[in-house]
């Protein structure tokens, strides 16, 4: 079966760096999208962005650009996200998707990780 294993998230200070990873296994990925998502406590979950496997085309949301970037690597099944200048509102869990079809970037996600807690203090 499909799992998807956060890694990477912990405590930074504002200003600060962290990059995010998640190993997929279980499934050839060559045809997914892989999203990255968070959620922080009371609030909705939001899509950050996502990238496609087979191309690397990455599409990032207008409220993280210039500040998060998404890469794959392919030899490792690994897809990563990495946050710059964090700020304490970036504070959430961050959840890994994926999903095996469809051209959406932010929606319709079959799979979910089990999400990594970032901690941002000011």
């Known amino acids: 079966q499909v799992q998807l294993v956060e890694s990477g998230g912990g405590l930074v200070q504002a200003g600060g760096s962290l990059r995010l990873s998640c190993a997929a296994s279980?499934?050839?990925?060559?045809?997914?999208?892989m999203g990255w998502f968070r959620q922080a406590p009371g609030k909705e979950r939001n899509f950050l962005g996502a990238?496609?496997?087979?191309?690397?085309?990455?599409y990032v949301a207008d409220s993280v650009k210039g500040r998060f970037t998404i890469s794959r690597d392919t030899a490792t099944n690994t897809v990563n996200l990495q946050m710059n200048n964090l700020k304490p509102e970036d504070a959430a869990v961050y959840y890994c998707?994926?999903?095996?079809?469809?051209?959406?970037?932010?929606?319709?996600?079959?799979?979910w990780g089990q999400g990594t807690q970032v901690t941002v203090s000011s």
């Open positions: 998707a994926g999903r095996s079809w469809g051209i959406s970037w932010s929606s319709g996600y079959e799979y």
């Open positions: 279980g499934r050839t990925f060559s045809s997914w999208t």
């Open positions: 990238i496609r496997w087979a191309s690397g085309n990455t």
